[in-house]
């Protein structure tokens, strides 16, 4: 198959697939990684977690330092650095899925697409491009980023109550 990105034709081969998503902001930014992992090389030498990060059916079994972990990762590799370079905004080659892979194959005219990118001061090669759809970004990235902040704002704040109540006790004395 052949497509343009502006004045860039690529021979692209389709290699996505079909999974299923569980219904959790966790698995779903997790599925993120999994998609930008499976873009770029990223692999075990970035962090030791990846494999476990990457492991959306699993989701219930992160860990507060691992989701942690899954919030920063994901927000360095947010798809404002992705945009354009690997992921592509682009309906028509999304088909009837919301998002989908290609091959790069060989580019001609001016070069828009890159064999590599930089993220967090390291140059990671690019595999793959990956279209998508709208819904796909809020339902993927901007939803789960926004729901896993808030929970975890939310667990700190509880953790800073259990403490004050924990140093409001300590200080009172009983009289008998």
Do not use: H
């Not at 902001?25 to 993120?32: H, I, Q, T, V």
């Not at 699993?58 to 590799?77: D, G, H, V, W």
């Not at 682009?90 to 290609?102: L, Q, T």
């Not at 759809?133 to 975890?152: C, F, G, H, S, V």
Request: aromatic share 8%; hydrophobic share 40%.
């Amino acid at each position: 198959m052949a497509f343009a990105i502006g004045n860039v034709r690529l021979q692209v081969k389709e290699t996505g697939r079909t999974v299923t998503i569980p219904n959790d902001p966790r698995a779903k930014l997790m599925y993120y990684l999994d998609c930008v992992c499976s873009a770029l090389a990223l692999d075990s030498s970035d962090t030791q977690n990846i494999e476990r990060l990457r492991d959306y059916q699993n989701y219930r079994y992160l860990n507060e330092e691992q989701k942690s972990e899954l919030l920063i990762l994901c927000a360095m590799i947010s798809p404002d650095v992705l945009l354009n370079k690997v992921f592509f905004q682009n309906d028509e080659m999304c088909g009837d899925k919301s998002n989908n892979f290609y091959e790069i194959g060989t580019i001609s005219n001016r070069m828009l697409v890159s064999r590599s990118i930089v993220i967090g001061g390291q140059t990671r090669n690019i595999r793959k491009i990956m279209t998508f759809k709208m819904d796909w970004l809020r339902n993927y990235y901007i939803t789960p980023m926004q729901a896993i902040a808030r929970e975890m704002e939310e667990a700190e704040e509880r953790r800073r109550r259990a403490i004050a109540a924990r140093r409001r006790n300590d200080d009172s004395c009983i009289i008998l």
